[in-house]
């Protein structure tokens, strides 16, 4: 099993910056990769960024790539997203999870391929 708890949420205007971190326990981060995922109101939770088990490969969504980096520290058991420039847009419940699967399968960037999941901190970007 896998505890994943997030951070670093909060408000903040368009164009500012925030850093999410997600704190594992339970197990070793370096055997997973890890996603990042968010929610916004009435709309079904989206793929965000996604890096390999030693941080060596990161995928990123069209709507954040240039703006988000996806970063881990292995020894810390943690996992970061930078986000900069944030857009209204960006509001979500922003989730980090954990998956089995290796980073070049095909399905990294779906939903049922994560298989611990945190409890999701709030971003609001307000304009």
């Known amino acids: 099993q896998v505890q994943l708890v997030e951070s670093g949420g909060g408000l903040v205007q368009a164009g500012g910056s925030l850093r999410l971190s997600c704190a594992a326990s339970?197990?070793?981060?370096?055997?997973?990769?890890m996603g990042w995922f968010r929610q916004a109101p009435g709309k079904e939770r989206e793929f965000v960024a996604t890096?390999?088990?030693?941080?060596?490969?990161?995928y990123y969504a069209d709507s954040v790539k240039g703006r988000f980096t996806m970063s881990r520290d292995n020894a810390k058991n943690t996992v970061y997203l930078l986000m900069n420039s944030l857009k209204p847009e960006d509001t979500a419940v922003y989730y980090c999870?954990?998956?089995?699967?290796?980073?070049?399968?095909?399905?990294?960037?779906?939903?049922?391929?994560?298989?611990?999941w945190g409890q999701g901190t709030q971003v609001t970007v307000s304009s």
């Open positions: 339970g197990r070793p981060l370096s055997s997973y990769a």
């Open positions: 999870a954990a998956s089995r699967l290796r980073i070049g399968n095909a399905l990294i960037m779906a939903r049922v391929s994560y298989d611990y």
């Open positions: 890096i390999s088990w030693n941080g060596g490969v990161t």
